[in-house]
């Protein structure tokens, strides 16, 4: 089937994926990507170091990423229902999107409070780590030192066939905090050029409170995770979990067109311009009840499609460019087996002065 959709509206990119659990424990994992019905599990089982850590500190877990297989067309690699647990703890972390891009110049970590889920995006060409996922715990209860085994667990999909994943986590503790991730300043990348914030930090630093690191006056995350962080946030361990599921093409999709509505009555017509290098964000749940939240960023002719997606219910939302006012949201978009959703487009016009 297909749908039309003749209202101004706009934006997206990729597909739907359905988890795959993978579990992993703080310090490096391998993840290869391939395609496989049935996912792999692996664990890591690390100790939790240290001198402990006092009632009312914070503990701020964190993860980076490093993929090969790249090749030239962007690829985004999703992280739901990931947890970092202990004897004495149990944190549920939030989703994560991260979108390896060939049009992007800049990496950057944002955190999209109402669907939960941090969203990175990074060039291709990055050398080094991007961040991955994090998130915070304030202490109610002593947390005392030595080994206390810890497990980071994440569910892992992808876009693209053949790709490889390395990944590693670290904890660290601060004297103070903030549980609004959008105040956090999170680094996106471990590299001093690229990145939001030019230092020379590890991807995840959390930058607006690394003044408050305990243990570590450099605040420079990740080095806690190799052995200087003396307040009881130190983890080490590797694993290894290949041939992570990729979902099988749904031939489900949507689409559309960001565009200058010059004449305001919500249609493309002959003359008017796309508009490119906006965000879309499609979110919803799918018929399995699981959480959805994509992104893209539309083309030069400001067309967007998100390809494979599972039968469910949908939005999709633009962020209207600063010169332009218009529609924010499309939202009751409902996709069955073999439908094809068109012109889902977002019309917009100049902002009045």
């Known amino acids: 089937m297909t749908l039309l959709h003749f209202r101004s509206r706009r934006t997206g990119t990729p597909s739907r994926r359905r988890p795959v659990r993978t579990v992993s424990r703080f310090?490096?994992?391998?993840?290869?990507?391939?395609?496989?019905?049935?996912?792999?599990a692996s664990s890591i089982t690390s100790s939790f170091n240290g001198g402990g850590v006092k009632v009312g500190d914070n503990l701020w877990f964190s993860s980076d990423i490093k993929v090969s297989g790249l090749g030239s067309a962007p690829v985004t690699v999703h992280v739901d229902h990931a947890s970092v647990s202990s004897d004495q703890f149990n944190v549920a972390l939030p989703d994560a999107s991260i979108t390896f891009s060939p049009s992007a110049t800049a990496a950057t970590t944002t955190f999209d409070?109402?669907?939960?889920?941090?969203l990175?995006?990074?060039?291709?060409?990055?050398?080094?780590?991007?961040?991955?996922?994090?998130?915070?715990?304030?202490?109610?209860?002593k947390l005392t030192g030595g080994n206390k085994p810890l497990n980071w667990r994440a569910n892992f999909t992808t876009d693209t066939p053949g790709v490889t994943v390395q990944w590693e986590g670290a904890a660290e503790a601060y004297k103070s905090f903030s549980t609004n991730?959008?105040?956090l300043g999170v680094n996106p990348v471990d590299s001093?050029?690229?990145?939001?914030?030019?230092?020379?930090d590890y991807a995840g630093t959390p930058e607006a409170f690394k003044?408050?690191?305990?243990?570590?006056?450099?605040g420079v995350a990740g080095s806690n995770s190799n052995g200087s962080?003396?307040?009881?946030?130190?983890?080490?361990?590797?694993?290894?979990?290949?041939?992570?599921y990729v979902p099988p093409a749904s031939g489900i999709s949507l689409s559309g067109t960001v565009f200058v509505d010059a004449d305001h009555d919500g249609v493309m017509d002959n003359g008017e311009t796309g508009v490119g290098g906006v965000q879309i964000t499609l979110t919803g749940t799918d018929l399995n009840g699981n959480q959805v939240t994509l992104t893209a960023t539309t083309a030069g002719d400001g067309t967007y499609s998100f390809q494979d997606l599972a039968p469910g219910t949908y939005s999709v939302t633009q962020s209207v460019p600063f010169f332009l006012q218009g529609t924010n949201t499309i939202s009751g978009i409902v996709l069955k087996a073999g439908d094809v959703g068109i012109n889902f487009n977002f019309g917009d016009f100049a902002r009045a002065r």
């Open 229 to 244: 962080n003396s307040n009881g946030a130190n983890l080490a361990g590797t694993a290894v979990a290949p041939d992570l």
């Open 27 to 40: 310090g490096r994992a391998l993840e290869v990507l391939d395609d496989r019905i049935t996912p792999t």
């Open 211 to 218: 003044a408050f690191l305990i243990g570590n006056p450099h």
């Open 113 to 118: 409070a109402a669907h939960n889920t941090w």
């Open 181 to 183: 991730y959008v105040a």
């Open 192 to 200: 001093s050029s690229g990145g939001k914030h030019p230092t020379s």
């Open 120 to 141: 990175t995006t990074v060039p291709i060409a990055l050398a080094g780590n991007a961040f991955l996922d994090g998130g915070a715990l304030t202490v109610a209860n």
